[in-house]
């Protein structure tokens, strides 16, 4: 007769049943692991919680931290200030002719992130105006971020005007990011003020923040308030242009 053995069970003819392989070793209990992992969690979140912390706000913290602590994190600002001063090549917008695009964009692209905008040669295209403006905004506050700016009939010979403004993002010789028109930010609505909650400047800082052009703990960054989580842009979707349209050298 055939005895049924639950393997589960902690018996001691389980136990010589596993010792000789007759039956799996029981499962290992997950709680144990789980409980081990948020007890890191939280060990390494306090660990990190001056991380996003600018010189400001750690000297409004000197009555609650230890002032060893918060020395550290001064100096690793300091540090950060200082590499971005150093990195902070570019301040400006690069106007494009094709015959240079292999050198300012391509090459360019394996020093540091490079955005080009594709404008429009239309005057009356309002969303390609505003972001020449926001371009200018944007090159200024991220000097270690080339920003360039070509039409897009000049650059690609019968590009569509209903695809401008087209944002293109290089990095290490490579087109990392599409955007065709604004219509994946806040159309036109995307210039608000870069003080207003929901601006422009935010949803491309997003879109840089995804890319790893722009970190967390950026100090040129401007605070969110508590309120920002609900409306904070979620990643920005790849966008491509048309196949029969996409043929530049």
Request: proline share 4%; glycine share 4%; aromatic share 6%.
């Amino acid at each position: 007769m055939q005895v049924e053995v639950n393997p589960n069970e902690d018996t001691e003819w389980n136990d010589i049943l596993r010792k000789h392989g007759v039956i799996p070793e029981k499962p290992q209990d997950p709680e144990p692991l789980i409980q081990e992992a948020l007890v890191e969690a939280e060990r390494k979140a306090y660990e990190n919680r001056l991380e996003d912390k600018d010189l400001d706000e750690l000297d409004e913290l000197e009555d609650e931290e230890d002032e060893e602590f918060l020395e550290q994190y001064r100096k690793q600002r300091l540090a950060e200030l200082s590499t971005l001063q150093k990195t902070s090549l570019y301040n400006q917008v690069y106007p494009l002719q094709k015959v240079d695009y292999g050198r300012e964009v391509t090459e360019a692209s394996n020093n540091a992130f490079v955005l080009v905008h594709l404008s429009s040669s239309s005057s009356g295209n309002v969303e390609s105006q505003r972001l020449t403006e926001l371009w200018r905004q944007l090159a200024t506050k991220f000097g270690d971020i080339k920003f360039c700016e070509i039409r897009g009939n000049m650059c690609i010979e019968g590009y569509p005007e209903r695809n401008t403004p087209t944002i293109l993002v290089y990095k290490d010789g490579e087109i990392r990011r599409q955007l065709v028109t604004l219509r994946e930010l806040k159309g036109p609505r995307t210039m608000i003020e870069v003080s207003v909650l929901i601006s422009t400047s935010i949803d491309l800082e997003r879109m840089l923040l995804d890319l790893g052009a722009l970190k967390e703990s950026d100090v040129r960054l401007k605070k969110r308030s508590d309120d920002s989580d609900d409306v904070r842009p979620s990643k920005i979707k790849q966008s491509r242009v048309d196949d029969d349209d996409d043929d530049w050298d």
